[in-house]
């Protein structure tokens, strides 16, 4: 017998899959240059975007003295950040139907709206409150898509050996920027020096121009990346980078479902939730829970830009290092964990001074609020690679986006109550 070739029919396997394969991975993935293009522009909308957010917070004594604020009023106007993510369900609509750029377009210009709202220089001080109210309301809008994007566009652009590194630098760079505003407010803006007569005139003219002058820089600086998103900020690359960037996604309402319905996500969503929710809300009125230990508005910004900054350089590194072990996130945030619980305590235990006979120094209130910053917010990188890898295939803005507003919900509800706790009246002209 001779052999013969074989047929078609012939070549096809006897054993297929029982449903039917989705062809999903693309013909050749690339990598491109521009990525770190994207990622800069998304990183610096995130560092604006704290950066307003927390902006009244650590010059609260002098925007008490120019614009008659109370110590609610400050609680509030950090407030506007958690509830401007209420509507977050039509940001992650938007974000999954129309893409990143759509969404991200959108929120700068809340942003840039919000802070021509703020800088407006009204003479009555009732309707200039009412528009800085509403200024810090439009700029908790951008936050449903800043704060939770930060891994949809790591997953779209960059490879998986970079993926935790870039979603680190994404996420943590708002961080920054509300760490820049302890630090640029306190050295732009003084503080009132409560001498009496003609002095506090001119001393209260002078801190409002200063005040006036950082609301006028941040509209600039706003305005010239809303203009920059929009010349250029495509939503995907044009080949994919990766398997999982080109991977078909569930839809929208099947991942909602899908995550309200998963129990082990929800659990990991309550352990991020609550520590970053509650350390978020006590940075952005730092200054006020540090005055009555005596510390200065300068030294309080000094202890918040620095407990920001190290989780935030902590949490790129410990990303980096996520990259090349993929299977110690969970013993790396028990790690975390821990230290913030210590640290927390020997913050608690410190300003409890009477009672524990602790020393209360500077030295000691330093270390203990930077340990806890560090060890909190270096975790959130790690924490938003594990929902990912726990709730594929469900798009990653979508999944973030869930988890970011739990977190947001925990801040409200710190800030919420501490407008009952913050008696102080409205600081008058004399």
């Not at 891994?151 to 979603?167: E, H, I, N, V």
């Not at 005040?211 to 939503?235: D, H, K, R, T």
């Not at 060890?375 to 726990?390: A, R, Y």
Request: hydrophobic share 50%; net charge positive; charged share 10%.
């Amino acid at each position: 017998m001779g052999a013969v070739e074989s047929t078609e029919i012939e070549r096809e396997p006897l054993l297929v899959p029982s449903q039917p394969a989705i062809n999903t991975q693309p013909g050749f993935s690339r990598v491109y240059g521009r990525r770190w293009v994207v990622l800069t522009m998304f990183s610096l909308l995130g560092f604006m975007q704290g950066l307003v957010w927390n902006t009244w917070g650590p010059i609260q004594i002098s925007a008490k003295h120019v614009f008659e604020f109370s110590s609610t009023d400050i609680a509030v106007l950090v407030m506007w950040g958690p509830v401007g993510y209420l509507p977050w369900l039509l940001f992650m609509w938007l974000m999954d139907k129309k893409g990143l750029r759509a969404s991200l377009l959108l929120s700068a210009f809340f942003m840039l709206l919000g802070a021509v709202l703020r800088s407006v220089p009204l003479k009555d001080l009732h309707y200039r409150r009412w528009m800085i109210h509403g200024g810090q309301l439009l700029n908790g809008l951008a936050g449903p898509t800043i704060m939770s994007a930060g891994p949809l566009l790591s997953t779209t652009w960059f490879a998986p050996d970079q993926r935790a590194t870039a979603t680190a630098i994404a996420s943590l760079i708002g961080y920054l920027g509300s760490a820049c505003a302890f630090l640029i407010g306190p050295l732009a803006v003084p503080a009132p020096n409560g001498t009496m007569g003609s002095t506090i005139y001119w001393n209260q003219n002078h801190i409002g121009d200063r005040i006036q002058f950082v609301l006028y820089a941040e509209v600039g600086m706003i305005a010239a990346l809303f203009l920059a998103v929009q010349l250029y900020f495509p939503s995907r690359p044009p080949i994919p980078p990766s398997v999982a960037a080109a991977s078909q996604r569930l839809s929208y309402r099947s991942s909602i479902c899908r995550l309200l319905s998963n129990m082990r996500f929800l659990m990991i969503a309550l352990a991020y939730s609550v520590p970053t929710g509650v350390a978020a809300g006590w940075a952005g009125v730092l200054d006020m829970i540090l005055t009555p230990a005596k510390v200065s508005q300068v030294d309080a910004g000094w202890i918040g830009f620095w407990s920001i900054v190290g989780g935030c350089v902590f949490g790129v590194a410990m990303a980096r290092f996520a990259d090349y072990i993929r299977g110690m996130l969970k013993l790396i945030l028990v790690l975390m964990f821990a230290g913030a619980s210590l640290a927390a305590t020997w913050f608690t235990l410190t300003c409890l001074t009477r009672i524990t006979h602790l020393p209360s120094t500077q030295a000691t209130l330093y270390t203990s609020c930077i340990l806890v910053g560090i060890f909190i917010n270096s975790s959130v990188p790690i924490f938003l690679e594990l929902f990912i890898e726990t709730v594929y295939p469900v798009p990653e803005g979508i999944t973030c986006g869930v988890v970011t507003f739990l977190s947001n919900l925990f801040t409200g509800l710190l800030l919420f109550c501490l407008t009952f706790y913050f008696t102080g009246q409205p600081v008058c002209r004399h």
